[in-house]
Nanobody
Framework: QVQLVESGGGLVQPGGSLRLSCAAS????????MGWYRQAPGKERELVAT???????NYANSVKGRFTISGLNAKNTMYLQMNNLQPEDTAIYYC??????????WGKGTLVTVSS
């Protein structure tokens, strides 16, 4: 089983940047896919970006060119670099991992608010 803890959220002005972190522990070796998802008020949770163990990345159209996902580093932490943030990026951001046998793990989320 994988345990995940997100951090790095906060209040930022439109056009600003944030870097979200997701610290992973537990069965790190079993992770196949890592990703970031978000849920805005009144909306369903949606995919933001994913990265596979082979470093293949996928992004939602709404964040392409602005967000960058990175896989686990030596400190077992993955990141989501978010640039040129806009009010519509306001949401709770969750990290998720999926193991090679299909088991999902979710963090508890970190709130990102984009407002002037």
């Amino acid at each position: 089983q994988v345990q995940l803890v997100e951090s790095g959220g906060g209040l930022v002005q439109p056009g600003g940047s944030l870097r979200l972190s997701c610290a992973a522990s537990g069965s790190i070796f079993s992770i196949n896919v890592m990703g970031w998802y978000r849920q805005a008020p009144g909306k369903e949770r949606e995919l933001v970006a994913t990265i596979t163990s082979g470093y293949f990345t996928n992004y939602a159209n709404s964040v392409k060119g602005r967000f960058t996902i990175s896989g686990l580093n030596a400190k077992n932490t993955m990141y989501l670099q978010m640039n040129n943030l806009q009010p519509e990026d306001t949401a709770i951001y969750y990290c998720k991992t999926t193991t090679h046998n299909g088991m999902d793990s979710w963090g508890k989320g970190t709130l990102v608010t984009v407002s002037s």
